[in-house]
Structure formats: C-alpha cells, structure tokens
C-alpha cells in the first residue's frame, strides 16, 4: 500500500530534481542558476508558452533521462509497512529520548542552514569555494529557487555619507561645448545574442557577420565593450535608459519598474523628437511595450502592428529579414529627428533559418551561428533599402547585442568573456566617427555617449558615461549569483556586498588567475587600483540602491 507520505516526499524531490534537469541546457542560455525572476517571463500573452514545447522536442533527453531517475528513484525508495511498526506506551523515557532526537534534528539542520556563522547561507557563499564561474556548478537550482522566492525589496545602503557618495561615482551628467545641437536621428539595433566571438572584424571566426564586419570598418568600434546582463530583459533597460541589473530580477520585472527614469528616448522626445521601438515578437513579450511605455517611447511596434503572419517564425515572431525590411520603409516615413530602436529576433533558440536559407546558412561549431549569419544578411537586407532613403545620411546608427549566448572559446566562458559583445557607433557623412577604440565600456555607456555626440548640454541622470569623454573612468558593471563585477582597465574585482571575492588582471583570466576572499598583495600602483575599484563599486552600489528606493532616478524626484 501507498502512504500520502510516500507520495509528498516522492513529489517534492521530483520537482526539485525536474529544475536541476532543466538547468541543464538552460544554462547554456542564461550562464546562472535560475532563480524566480525566469517566472517574470511566464506572462499569458507571451510567446515563451509556444516555445516550452519546441525545448522538450529540442531536449527530449533530459526529460526521458529524469523519467529514468525519478522511476529507479520511485522503485528503490524505502518503504513505509505499517505492519513492522511497533506501538509503545509513552513512558517518561522514551519521552526524553524523542525531545533529544527531536532537538538533535533541529540542530542539524540549523548547522546545515547557518553553519557557524550568524546569517543563513546564500547563493553568494558559493564564490567562497571556487572561481565565480564555477559558482553555479556549487549551487542547485532548488536552492536558487527557494532563495529567491520572495522579490524582495533593495537593502538602502550606506558605504559612503550622503553628502560624499558622488566623490567617488557621480550619476548626474552635464556635457560642455559650443557646437549647436545636431538633431540627427538616431537608430539603435538591439541584436539578439550577438556575442563578441561571433563577429570577425572583433577578432572571432571570420564568415558569420560579413555585413556586421564591412560596416565596422566605416564606424567606431568599441573593441572591450560588455554587456550588463544575461538576459534579453535584462537590455533594454541598460540600452535605453542606462539603468544596469543589479539585483536578483531584472529591473522591468522588479518592484521599481514603475519609478521615474530619464531615458535617451524621454530627453530626446523633448527636444522634438519622434520616438519608437520596433520588435517582431508577440506584443507584450518581456515586457518591451511596458518597459518602453516607462522609457518615454511614444510608439510602439511589435507582431501585431506587422499585419504578415506568412512571416511568422512559427515561435519567436516575424523573421528578421522581412521585419527589417519592414522596419526600413517605417522610418521612411518618420518625421525626422526620430529615434528609434529595433530588437531582432531570429538569432535566438531554436537557432531556425527559413526554408529557403537552409542551405545557405549553416550551424558550423555551434546551431546558433546559422541563425547569426541570417541575422547579419537580414541586417544587410535593411541597410541596402535605407542607404537610398533620404534620411540615411543624417543618422547615427547604434549597433549592439542584448547578452552574449555560447561559446566555441575558453576565453568567452570567463568571468569577463561571458559579457564580451559589439559595440559600435556608424554615420556615413561623419567621416570623423571611425576607427578602434580599446576603451572598457558597457550597455549603459550608450545613452550618455549619443547625448554627448548629439551636442545634448543639459544635466541628466545616467549610470554610464560617455565614451566621447577620454577624461572619466571607464568601466564595466555586472552582477551573477550575487556577486558584482568591476572592470577597469586590465583589472577586476568581485565584491559580494560585504568583502571582496577576487581581484586579478583581466589579461591573465584565460589561465585561470583569480584569488579567494583575500585580494593578492600587489606592488603600490596595483594597491592603488584595488583601493580606488573598491571605492567606486560601493558608490555604485549605494546610489543605485538608494536611487531606486527611494525613487530618485531623474535629476526632478532627487531634487525633491
């Protein structure tokens, strides 16, 4: 016979070992452990349901392989007979026998839960035990799970005093000069999982990016530029508003995606621009209309507005080729100056080309690359109709991707590597805008750098800062399994809130460099460089957390 309790203990570990079976693949896609914000994604409206199917097709081994375990789990597991149970009369010692295994139980488990030290443990203890990298391989997606099943608010903190905070990072902008505003539109491409090794000209494998690598020869590429998440909702934000994710759920799916925000759409909207965002997948999709509504996007285009369901990918939305065509006669028909971004699509899982391209694009080392060479000929596609449209030449074209995906090379599966994406700015009559430039940089540096090429002289609000001005610190910010990174220069450092994780020279991370909880002793110029990242992270840090509790993420609600 069957217990209920045979049947709840047998449920609950087979959902438990059912996430760590997902994880499986689904970390070649999020480089973590998941945690509740996946859940954020599970809106009724979005295209995420039509893809759950294609992943078990997909993946139809790890699901028969759970089906195996779970059976020899289910046949092998102890069972309760109630015939082999033996009632005893409550005696004075058998009651101080089960109140001592009773509190023994519970001191394990707190020994288990708290270890010696005076807060339970979290997904962030895993980097005391290995490199960050490998800190999802000490963790369980369970545990991820339970650890982040609450969206818990920011904890306000205060490394620095108030009044001293901007000494060290200073969110509040204002570019000088005499020239006069430009006006020139703005295009921004959001390309989906563009990684870094992918494109050519950036030093990957040649072949896969050819339209991607003739443009970057006439534009100015940022060769050690990173992404500020690792996920698709995760860029937005970062792009268009320069707002990095720094805490456990994206920042359009946390509890301050309704605060104000300054954007480069919102600024740009009130010097007279025209302002949009354009993306093929079913409207409502990670919350892009939403999030652009916040951002000051006065338009917004998705699948619906297409009106061409024989386009239809058949999961994601519309082809990137026929959607960038579409997109081309869009602002053919703007009033300029616009701004206006895209997001494709089509170089996303499962990594499919249309019929007509099978032959022409093919996976090589990786799937995805068939789908990244569609996507760069669906990008060519675009730019042979809009170099004939009169608006061309007075547009400044931004060409970036949302989050690195997977690697063929060690070095892109490095703490650093996994961020590694393009980066680059492209207008044909500014001959000027040309060129490589080695500088660090990241996502949210995009707002700052189009205001200030723009000639924008007004103060604004913005985590990143201008790639046109050679006189700030550049860097780059992150945040994995509840550890930040800095990277400066040719150093980095990982810093869990309270005490450093690592801090080492980036050009040696392929072999493996990194230190413990202690930072290696360096000469004094190197104590100098950790002392000054340590400082910035922690006024990063607070601003940010102190910005969104409280609220203050415009130069108006901080003056308040």
């Not at 934000?237 to 954007?263: H, K, Q, T, V």
């Not at 990594?351 to 080392?365: A, D, I, L, Q, S």
């Amino acid at each position: 016979m069957i217990h209920g309790s045979e049947v709840l203990f047998y449920s609950i570990n087979a959902l438990a070992l059912l996430s760590n079976f997902i994880d499986a693949k689904f970390f070649d896609f999020t480089n973590k452990r998941s945690t509740t914000a996946v859940f954020s994604l599970l809106h009724p409206e979005d295209d995420v349901w039509q893809l759950i199917l294609r992943f078990i097709v997909d993946y139809w081994y790890v699901g028969l392989l759970w089906i195996i375990v779970m059976f020899l789990f289910w046949k092998w597991m102890p069972r309760l007979k109630k015939e082999k149970l033996v009632l005893e009369p409550l005696s004075a010692k058998n009651f101080v026998y089960q109140l001592l295994f009773i509190l023994g139980i519970v001191l394990f488990i707190l020994a288990g839960a708290r270890g010696i030290k005076l807060k339970p443990i979290s997904m962030v203890d895993a980097a005391s035990y290995t490199e960050l990298k490998n800190a999802p391989i000490v963790l369980n997606t369970p545990f991820s799970l339970i650890k982040t099943i609450e969206n818990k608010n920011l904890e306000e903190l205060s490394y620095f005093p108030t009044d001293s905070v901007n000494y060290y990072f200073n969110p509040v902008h204002q570019y000088t000069g005499k020239n006069p505003f430009l006006k020139r539109n703005v295009v921004v491409f959001i390309l989906e999982s563009f990684s870094k090794e992918y494109c050519g000209f950036l030093g990957g494998e040649p072949g896969h990016t050819p339209c991607l690598d003739s443009l970057f020869a006439h534009s100015r590429v940022y060769a050690n530029a990173f992404a500020n998440g690792t996920q698709s909702y995760e860029a937005m934000p970062a792009i268009i508003a320069g707002i990095p994710s720094l805490m456990d759920r994206p920042y359009s799916g946390s509890n301050y995606a309704d605060n104000y925000i300054e954007s480069l759409p919102s600024l740009l909207r009130k010097e007279g621009y025209q302002t949009s965002f354009y993306h093929g997948g079913n409207n409502g999709t990670m919350g892009f209309n939403n999030f652009a509504h916040v951002a000051g996007i006065a338009k917004y285009k998705g699948r619906t507005e297409y009106k061409h369901d024989a386009d239809y990918d058949g999961y994601w939305g519309i082809w990137d080729e026929p959607y960038l065509r579409y997109f081309a006669r869009q602002l053919e028909s703007s009033k300029q100056p616009f701004f206006s971004a895209v997001f494709t699509l089509s170089s996303h899982h499962p990594y499919n080309v249309p019929e007509k391209y099978k032959e022409r694009f093919k996976e090589g080392k990786l799937p995805i690359l068939k789908s990244i060479e569609y996507a760069d000929y669906a990008l060519g596609a675009f730019f042979r109709m809009a170099c004939k449209m009169p608006w061309y030449n007075n547009t400044l074209f931004v060409f970036t991707a949302d989050h690195a995906a997977q690697a063929v090379e060690k070095t892109y599966n490095s703490t650093t590597g996994m961020f590694a994406i393009p980066l680059a700015l492209y207008c044909a009559s500014d001959t000027g805008l040309i060129g490589t430039d080695s500088t660090i940089c990241q996502q949210i540096d995009l707002m700052p750098t189009v205001l200030d090429y723009l000639g924008y002289r007004k103060p604004y609000f913005a985590f990143g800062e201008s790639l046109l001005d050679s006189s700030a610190a550049h860097k780059a910010i992150t945040y994995v399994n509840g550890i930040y990174q800095l990277v400066e220069g040719n150093y980095v450092l990982q810093f869990d809130g309270k005490q450093v994780m690592a801090f080492y020279n980036r050009l040696e991370e392929k072999e493996g460099t990194t230190i413990g909880s202690v930072p290696m002793k360096y000469d004094p110029d190197t104590d100098k460089i950790y002392a000054h990242m340590l400082s910035t992270i922690k006024a990063i840090l607070q601003t940010y957390n102190n910005s969104l509790i409280h609220n203050t993420l415009t130069l108006t609600t901080r003056s308040k």
